[in-house]
């Protein structure tokens, strides 16, 4: 059984990502954990004491939180998901939003977090949004960042852009290999070249363990060689129709230009498609 975290600001961008989740995971056993955090970072710095009357809290945000999670419940239920196999949990926090998270996902031991993201829609606009950056570069868990406008299509073209400096355990690697098995999907490991170099020894090292880890399942490597790293990446998911994107957390670095600037010219591809970042565990 699979436990999946879906935290929510009660927008229509979190409720597509919940949507997203149940069918991304339809026939998998799952308890879904609907999370509200009444972030205290809208009240006072992290670094700083606070005093907040608790009676103000409770009926001011607890109460009025734990009823539009249940309205949430109500209209899960709507889609129709797999009762056999779904369970639907939740859960309201008061503090700083990333220390809840963390300490949820330890509490009830999460797999998976699913959260929505706020698409461009012209030069001004942030593309993940502060929360779903935030919980993607600073809390370890798998991660499933779903675009407002995106919808559930069973993911049967699945990229995995790489630096291929495998400074990380191929374990972490596992929810991958399982989305591809369970999918059937086709996995395209994406090197870009900036420099039009030969691929370094290690490199090429590192291209043979990947080849052995994804040894049994359909996929295949493609190199590209661009300055610009995020207009290949652009190229190449429009191209290859790609359904899911898939990122090791460590080489965020190298692809940040991708996903975390705050202004682009071209936003379709960070609107379009979900992106998958996966974490070592602690």
């Known amino acids: ?9 009660f927008s229509e961008n979190s409720w ?36 907040i009357d608790s ?3 409770e009926n001011t945000y607890i109460k009025p939180a734990k009823q ?36 949820i996902i330890k509490e009830k031991e999460i797999d998976f977090i699913v959260m929505g993201t706020k698409g461009a829609s012209g030069l001004n606009e942030i593309i993940l949004g502060t929360n779903t950056a935030d919980v993607i570069t600073k809390v370890k868990c798998t991660t499933l960042a ?42 395209r490991i994406l090197h870009i070249n900036k420099n039009k170099r030969d691929l370094e020894r290690e490199l090429n090292q590192n291209i043979t363990l990947l080849k052995d880890y994804f040894t049994d399942i359909k996929s295949s490597f493609h190199y590209l060689t661009n300055k610009k790293v995020e207009d290949a990446v652009q190229c190449f998911v429009e ?18 230009q991708i996903f975390f600037h705050s202004r682009v010219e071209k936003v379709s591809y ?13």
């Open 239 to 256: 191209s290859r129709d790609i359904d899911l994107i898939c990122m090791v957390a460590k080489s965020l670095n190298y692809f940040q």
């Open 68 to 103: 539009k999670l249940r309205s949430f419940v109500k209209r899960i239920s709507k889609l129709k998901p797999n009762k056999d196999k779904h369970k639907f949990f939740v859960l309201t926090e008061t503090g700083f939003f990333i220390d809840s998270i963390r300490r």
């Open 16 to 51: 597509n990502a919940i949507k997203y989740a149940i069918h991304f995971f339809n026939a998998i056993e799952c308890g879904f954990y609907l999370l509200h955090v009444n972030s205290l970072n809208n009240f006072i710095p992290q670094d700083e004491a606070l005093t």
């Open 146 to 187: 779903v675009p407002e406008n995106a919808e559930f299509v069973p993911p049967k073209e699945i990229a995995f852009p790489s630096d291929l400096n495998l400074t990380y355990n191929l374990d972490i690697l596992h929810p991958l290999l399982d989305i591809v098995e369970h999918f059937k999907a086709f996995l």
């Open 55 to 57: 009676y103000y809290l």
């Open 270 to 282: 960070h609107t379009d498609k979900p992106l998958l970042v996966l974490h070592e565990k602690n």
């Open 1 to 9: 059984m699979k436990n999946v975290l879906l935290p929510t600001d």
